[in-house]
């Protein structure tokens, strides 16, 4: 048997697998028979070729370490003394891959993750026989496992209730998307299955009567969609079929579709948009905005007041509603840089900001108005 290099030992693990000694190169966690093959395997590793170096030892003759990234809390010492023996069972192994796959799904890792190299070194520090999945593995059979799991327990928490509602969403960008997504509440929201659709009511109402029979008719009391006209023709099949079951139009979709309203108004829309144009206006100048940032720290007392320009983040009530709040909140700050003559300001801009009527509809529409009772 030839003769091992000096230093060879610290790139290869002693390892147990499937009830044979065997050694595992620490670089791309390959197996050989012995210690001989080990060695002509790391001449030709690329891996080792790619992250080893060579530095000169104290006899002047050359050795190889792994570099790692130039961080002073991440260092590499190579284990001393004599090689772990360690070996991993099927069973523990499908175990760890269930585990390790469950993890990569929870967090949308990617799934080459068990591909690099440093996780590979992570993995056979923490168990030098323990194997990881492939690539192929996490997006195959690990996958559907893990689908066939969570089905599982979302049909016996569905069988387990006394009575649960079905929601169903999509209709209102259906033709964009063509896309349906189903879930049922018990009251806990389970996502149950996600259907694609060319045809609209027909497929709906189908999906949703396919549904109510796979959960059960009897425990299904009602259907909650957004009042898509595509859905709204659906409800009437489905009650005809179940007359106990009512289908009701989503609250949240009602509320989108009045702000929807309110905000096409001719008085509104102009509003948002001098609004809007002002923010914008003072968020792409930099000097602009920082001179207003220290205006309101310098200048203003009350704490309550200070903040920043915002731009509506969201396509509802809600983005809009910030952006009125924050130029009230900077109303002081604004009118004194209006009149500034050392700041350049557009003249729109700066009419805007000087116009009472502008603040006098701001201050209106960010704040919420008391309902009217003799209206219901």
């Given at each position: 048997m030839p003769r091992l290099r000096s230093g060879v030992w610290k790139h290869l693990t002693l390892v147990i697998k499937d009830g044979r000694e065997m050694f595992m190169c620490n670089y791309c966690s390959q197996y050989r028979k012995n210690a001989t093959k080990m060695q002509m395997h790391l001449d030709k590793c690329k891996e080792y070729s790619v992250v080893s170096q060579r530095s000169p030892g104290p006899d002047e003759s050359s050795s190889a370490s792994i570099p790692v990234p130039s961080f002073s809390f991440l260092p590499y010492a190579p284990p001393e003394g004599p090689s772990l023996i360690d070996s991993v069972d099927q069973r523990s192994q499908a175990y760890a891959d269930e585990c390790l796959a469950r993890a990569v799904y929870a967090t949308a890792s990617p799934l080459t993750l068990t591909d690099d190299i440093y996780w590979k070194r992570f993995f056979s520090v923490l168990r030098p026989a323990y194997c990881p999945p492939t690539r192929e593995a996490l997006s195959c059979h690990l996958l559907d496992c893990e689908y066939d799991r969570v089905q599982s327990q979302v049909h016996e928490a569905i069988g387990k209730a006394e009575s649960v509602t079905i929601l169903c969403s999509g209709g209102s960008n259906l033709k964009e998307t063509g896309t349906i997504i189903y879930v049922v509440a018990t009251p806990l929201p389970l996502f149950y299955k996600c259907t694609k659709t060319k045809e609209q009511s027909t497929c709906i109402a189908e999906d949703?009567?396919?549904?109510?029979?796979?959960?059960?008719?009897?425990?299904?009391?009602?259907?909650?969609?957004?009042?898509?006209?595509?859905?709204?023709?659906?409800?009437?099949?489905?009650?005809?079929?179940?007359?106990?079951?009512?289908?009701?139009?989503?609250?949240?979709?009602?509320?989108?579709?009045?702000?929807?309203?309110?905000?096409?108004?001719?008085?509104?829309?102009?509003?948002?948009?001098?609004?809007?144009?002002?923010?914008?206006?003072?968020?792409?100048?930099?000097?602009?905005?920082?001179?207003?940032?220290?205006?309101?720290?310098?200048?203003?007392?009350?704490?309550?007041?200070?903040?920043?320009?915002?731009?509506?983040?969201?396509?509802?009530?809600?983005?809009?509603?910030?952006?009125?709040?924050?130029?009230?909140?900077?109303?002081?700050?604004?009118?004194?840089?209006?009149?500034?003559?050392?700041?350049?300001?557009?003249?729109?801009?700066?009419?805007?900001?000087?116009?009472?009527?502008?603040?006098?509809?701001?201050?209106?529409?960010?704040?919420?108005?008391?309902?009217?009772?003799?209206?219901?």
């Open positions: 949703l009567i396919g549904i109510i029979n796979e959960v059960g008719s009897q425990k299904v009391f009602a259907i909650v969609t957004d009042d898509a006209p595509e859905m709204m023709a659906a409800w009437a099949q489905v009650e005809d079929i179940f007359p106990h079951i009512s289908a009701i139009a989503c609250t949240a979709c009602g509320v989108q579709r009045l702000f929807d309203d309110v905000v096409a108004q001719p008085s509104m829309k102009s509003l948002c948009t001098r609004a809007e144009q002002v923010v914008r206006f003072f968020r792409e100048d930099k000097t602009l905005i920082e001179t207003f940032r220290c205006w309101q720290t310098t200048k203003l007392r009350n704490e309550t007041s200070k903040g920043t320009l915002q731009l509506p983040s969201t396509s509802d009530w809600t983005g809009v509603l910030n952006m009125l709040s924050s130029l009230l909140k900077g109303q002081k700050s604004l009118q004194e840089m209006a009149v500034s003559p050392s700041l350049d300001i557009e003249a729109s801009i700066r009419a805007t900001l000087e116009d009472a009527e502008f603040w006098e509809g701001v201050e209106q529409q960010s704040k919420p108005a008391p309902l009217d009772w003799e209206l219901y």
